[in-house]
């Protein structure tokens, strides 16, 4: 087995070091890129390249703006509710 | 006659989901939908193992993990994830906080896209046996 091999596997034998910071919020984007990418494989009659990447494009977006409200939703609530 | 084909039909479906449960895509590359079923294994995989590269494989745990997680992640995903599950059994490679967080939402979620995978796999072999059935 070579070297790049038996690195590869070593680095999914340890958990990497995130912190619980804003920034590990963006751990969200691929989840999401996922999700639009197997739901519109699942949805569309016919694939072509540039048909599936917009549709997959339009979802993640829709599911991101989604988020971002809701958050934006939640953070007037607790403001409201703290001030 | 008619329930022999009706037979053959239910044979059909449960092969085809048990395909698509075994190797995320099988399903609809049974069915010959080749794109769909690269796209659907290769982003399934790739979801799995940035739960696993994050997590480390130490997030697949079959006796400590709760039970939502055990039915999203190592049911609904390849019955693969349940022998790599073997691996981590006694605390060998523990995991907490954040990283154990993010690495059960990953593989979670990619137990659920298979569970979708699964039913549109079932659902479409459904609709390819009517329409020969149909003429």
């Not at chain 1, 340890?14 to 699942?42: D, F, R």
């Not at chain 1, 949805?43 to 549709?55: A, C, D, G």
């Not at chain 2, 190797?23 to 739960?51: Q, W």
């Not at chain 2, 130490?58 to 691996?87: C, E, K």
Request: charge should be positive; proline fraction near 4%; aromatic fraction near 10%.
């Amino acid at each position: 087995m070579s070297v790049e091999a038996i690195f590869v596997i070593v680095s999914f034998t340890a958990p990497k070091e995130i912190g619980a910071n804003p920034q590990s919020m963006l751990w969200l984007l691929p989840l999401a890129a996922a999700i639009a990418v197997v739901y519109k494989a699942t949805k569309l009659p016919t694939i072509t390249v540039r048909n599936f990447i917009k549709e997959a494009a339009i979802l993640f977006g829709s599911i991101v703006v989604f988020i971002i409200i809701t958050a934006l939703a939640l953070y007037t609530l607790a403001w409201l509710i703290t001030e | 006659m008619a329930r022999r084909s009706k037979e053959n039909q239910a044979l059909f479906m449960l092969i085809v989901g048990l395909l698509a449960w075994l190797v995320p895509g099988a399903g609809h590359f049974a069915l010959k939908e080749k794109k769909r079923s690269i796209i659907i294994f290769a982003t399934i995989v790739l979801t799995f193992c940035v739960g696993l590269y994050v997590g480390s494989i130490g997030v697949i745990d079959l006796v400590g993990a709760t039970p939502w997680y055990v039915a999203l992640a190592q049911i609904m995903n390849s019955p693969m994830v349940a022998l790599l599950g073997r691996l981590t059994t006694g605390g060998a490679y523990p995991v907490y906080g954040w990283p154990n967080e993010i690495g059960q939402i990953y593989t979670s979620t990619a137990g659920l896209l298979n569970l979708l995978c699964i039913v549109n796999a079932v659902y479409l072999a459904h609709l390819r046996s009517a329409e020969t059935a149909g003429g």
